[in-house]
């Protein structure tokens, strides 16, 4: 009988034979090296998490860094002001220690016009035809409402003004025999504006005197009674000739005040200060003639630069009253005529001044579609030109008023308000009598109830303009924002504070980083467990390259200070750094200026017009020569002659290319409007560069121009930018051509400058010589502002121990420097060793289906074993059982 074997479907189902459990008691033993490359694995990823801890403690300790890196960080001074109510005061980093006093008399305002009143602000004003109001934008002065004085009477000046004898609104003004001329008396009305709301300015024609200037065909001659006091010939630039000082040195002595004296003319006053006044012999005022022939700028009332056709005055000084709130003013008084007023009530337009800035001229147009006060209003706000209208109901009869408020404050944000019809035709006429307003004449229909005014004070005894509230270096770095007027004194004294701030900072981020090293590296004994860096190479020179850059003397370094300890920062026993903050103190009170060198990055210049600008992580310290062969120039276009008056055609266009390229680009050249009229050349001057600057194209892209009339009368025309990228170039578009202003002058392109440093080539842009890679001056940023060519002294290089340590840190954690490429080999490592257990596993599958295919092949000899086994034994007992 044949024997049959089992099918296994099982291992050891057929034998009992536990294969499974065999194979993985063997299969345990093989895999036992699968703990060691875990354990490998954990240990490399345990390294990584504390070099990222690392890397994040020496991030950290670069942050403290970066104010200690800055030069600017150590010459921070505080300002302490005695009086904050009436200014505050930030000191910059150019400012010195030092005590001042303070007085505010004027707080910078913006204009204000405020027209007549209206029944209606919806209904239409005028006939609907298309009208252009112009803004100009300029300094006005003397304009107002009020009452212009006559001349003060030679018994004024003999016994002054008899107390009674003037009264202003009911007002009694004191006078005295001490009330003897226009200061005195313009003093003593102003004593009681708060009373009468008018105040008083004393008027003098010398009070505005600007240098005579004469061209080539000009001549000039100032006679006083008939007696030349001042004369100049052809060709004589401002301040060469008849200058109020000039006048006073001629009239202190020799041959002119002899002259005077001989025909009994005396004077007070000086022409420096405004207040110079002739008298005859018997108090009487004197003729005094300007005698002009050709081209004459300045003189009497008349500003330098502005042209003078010769006037003739009268001598005699007097008083003018300005109503605060543009109401008629009534004079009384025993006796108004000692002062040179009239009795009764009366009030007009003062004859004023305007003299226009550099600001673009710029129109709203009115018609049909808005010439309501609405309309205007909205028309004005939306063109954005820089002023700012609304409409106040003061609820009389006609109560609506258009308001314009110049969004700038300053004597310079002055308003002028022409109007211009269109295609040749007048302007509305209503429009015009509502709105029109020149502080120059007398068409004033919109009243100035505010005027543009500068803040204006002084430190100590120094007058100071400005035209915001914000007066920047009247103190050399120094900012002050006025709050109000009144005097108070400011202290700027070096800030400490700060320092000791940034230094605790610095100080402390080390130690933190310094205690994480000794964490990771070191050996805990009470634990009994070793650093997880312990024996690292990375964590150990991280740790000893600070160590060492902070022991080391700073390379070029001269001056007090020259190492740490020098002001409070030394390390400890224990290798920790502490701050002495009485060192500190002591540094910052006797060598302040030097502390910068010992921490940042530092240049100094022995030339005045050189700076240094900045440096690069490859610039080596030292002191380097600097030589400079070809000075920076700004492109710019000449006139060919000198400018006389000036006629633009209204609608004159002309095409402006500023700072071109190559190639070029068309969004450099702009088509601008020049505003028609006839203008003196500073006129000229400054209507071309508004219309260039207030250009939004030109603004966008960061391009201006500076027009102005040099030496020889001549308009100049600059690009603001300096080098090979500066240049300015006009071309005709309509109206007035370029030539009939600017002749046949041809533009001259800017240059680069161009130099060496230490004898190493250099890379110039504008301004500025950059020292090229390679080279010890690699990076080495220098201006040059002015000057000659030529060697221009040395420019001494230093890095200071935190520009040195951020750079080192830098190192550090770069994607090259020592962490990072510690980190990455360890992850190289984590990565290999999970390819080798990967390839291990693969292995251990293999010995796996060897040692079950064994076992199965076992497990079914055996279950074959036994089925014989049970079939002999059925056979022995069937012939036992038959025997």
């Known amino acids: 009988m044949a024997i049959t074997s089992p099918t296994l479907s099982s291992p050891g189902i057929g034998s009992g034979l536990d294969v499974n459990s065999i194979v993985a008691k063997l299969m345990a033993a093989e895999a036992a090296p699968l703990q060691a490359y875990d354990r490998k694995t954990a240990s490399y990823q345990a390294q990584v998490s504390a070099l990222g801890s690392l890397s994040g403690a020496v991030g950290v300790f670069q942050s403290a860094l970066g104010s200690l890196t800055k030069a600017d960080s150590f010459r921070s001074l505080s300002a302490l002001v005695a009086d904050d109510k009436i200014l505050t005061a930030s000191a910059g980093a150019k400012a010195t220690p030092g005590s001042y006093n303070v007085n505010v008399t004027q707080l910078a305002q913006a204009q204000t016009l405020t027209s007549s009143g209206l029944a209606s602000k919806t209904s239409a004003i005028g006939l609907g035809g298309k009208t252009t109001l112009m803004f100009q934008f300029g300094t006005s002065s ?471 600008v900045s440096s690069t992580n490859a610039t080596k310290p030292g002191a380097y020569a600097v030589t400079v062969t070809q000075l920076a120039e700004q492109g710019s276009l000449t006139s060919a002659a000198a400018l006389g008056a000036t006629t633009i055609a209204d609608g004159t266009k002309w095409k402006v290319t500023l700072n071109d390229g190559t190639p070029s680009s068309p969004k450099n050249t702009i088509e601008i409007e020049i505003p028609g009229g006839t203008y003196t050349p500073e006129e000229m001057a400054r209507v071309l560069q508004g219309a260039i600057n207030g250009n939004s194209g030109f603004a966008a892209q960061g391009s201006s121009v500076a027009a102005s009339i040099d030496a020889n009368g001549k308009l100049l025309l600059a690009s603001s930018k300096y080098g090979s990228v500066s240049n300015v170039k006009l071309a005709d578009a309509s109206g007035s051509s370029v030539a009939s202003v600017f002749g046949a002058a041809a533009p001259v392109a800017g240059k680069d400058v161009s130099g060496t440093i230490n004898g190493l080539p250099v890379t110039g842009s504008g301004q500025f010589m950059t020292g090229l890679a390679g080279s010890d001056i690699e990076g080495l940023k220098i201006e040059i502002t002015g000057g000659a060519v030529g060697d221009r002294g040395n420019i001494t290089f230093t890095q200071g121990y935190a520009y040195q340590l951020n750079n080192l840190a830098t190192s550090f954690l770069g994607a090259k420097g020592l962490i990072s490429s510690r980190t990455e080999g360890l992850n190289k490592n984590i990565k290999d060793i999970g390819k080798q257990k990967d390839a291990f596993n693969t292995k251990l599958e293999g010995i796996e289906a060897r040692y079950r295919a064994q076992f199965t092949r076992l497990d079914t000899m055996l279950a074959q074993m036994q089925s014989t086994q049970q079939y002999l034994t059925q056979q022995l007992a069937s012939l036992a059982a038959n025997s």
Do not use: C, W
């Not at 000009?218 to 100049?232: H, K, M, N, P, R």
């Not at 009384?332 to 003299?355: D, Q, R």
């Not at 850059?549 to 001056?559: E, F, H, S």
């Not at 910068?596 to 050189?610: E, K, R």
């Open 142 to 612: 003397n304009v107002g409402y009020g009452i212009a004085g006559g001349g003060l009477p030679s018994s004024m000046h003999a016994n002054g003004i008899a107390d009674g004898a003037l009264t202003i609104n009911g007002t009694a003004i004191t006078t005295s025999a001490d009330t003897n001329s226009a200061a005195t008396l313009a003093a003593a009305i102003n004593a009681k504006s708060g009373a009468t709301g008018v105040s008083a300015t004393a008027v003098n024609i010398f009070s505005t005197f600007g240098n005579v200037s004469t061209g080539a065909d000009g001549s000039y001659s100032l006679t006083v009674g008939g007696i030349e006091i001042a004369a100049q010939g052809a060709s004589t630039n401002v301040g060469d000739g008849v200058t109020t000082a000039k006048i006073d040195t001629a009239l202190a002595a020799g041959p002119v005040r002899d002259a005077l004296d001989a025909a009994g003319i005396t004077f007070t006053g000086s022409a420096a200060d405004g207040t110079l006044e002739f008298r005859s012999a018997g108090g009487g005022s004197i003729a005094i003639e300007e005698v002009v022939a050709g081209t004459v700028s300045g003189g009497i009332e008349t500003a330098a630069g502005s042209a003078n056709d010769g006037s003739t005055y009268t001598s005699a000084t007097s008083v003018r009253l300005t109503s605060a709130n543009g109401t008629d003013i009534t004079i009384g008084g025993s006796n108004p005529a000692a002062a040179g007023l009239t009795a009764g009530t009366a009030g007009s337009s003062l004859a004023g001044s305007f003299k226009y800035d550099s600001s673009p001229l710029t129109g709203v147009v009115i018609d049909g579609t808005n010439n309501t006060l609405e309309g205007i209003r909205d028309a004005i706000n939306k063109a954005n030109i820089g002023v700012n209208a609304s409409i106040i109901n003061d609820g009389s009869g006609t109560p609506y008023r258009l308001v314009l408020n110049s969004s700038k404050t300053g004597e310079k944000a002055s308003m002028k308000i022409s109007l211009q019809g269109d295609g040749g035709n007048p302007p509305d006429a209503a429009l015009e009598g509502l709105l029109a307003y020149d502080p120059a004449g007398t068409v004033r229909n919109m009243k100035q109830t505010a005027a543009a005014q500068d803040t204006k004070a002084t430190v100590n005894g120094i007058a100071i303009t400005s035209a915001s509230s914000t007066i920047s270096e009247a103190i050399q770095g120094v900012t002050l924002t006025a709050l109000k007027v009144g005097s108070t004194s400011i202290n700027i004294s070096k800030d400490s504070s700060s320092l000791k701030t940034s230094l605790t900072n610095f100080v402390k981020a080390y130690n933190d980083l310094d205690k994480a090293i000794k964490d990771m590296t070191g050996y805990n004994p009470e634990t009994k467990k070793a650093g997880v860096l312990q024996g690292d190479f990375t964590a150990q020179s991280v740790q000893s390259q600070l160590r060492k850059m902070m022991g080391a003397p700073i390379n070029g370094l001269t001056g007090s200070l020259t190492n740490l300890s020098q002001v409070g920062i030394s390390f400890d026993k224990t290798g920790a750094l502490s701050l002495d903050t009485a060192k500190m103190q002591k540094a910052v009170d006797q060598n302040f200026n030097d502390i910068a060198a010992l921490f940042a990055a530092v240049g100094s210049t022995s030339d005045g017009n050189i700076s240094f």
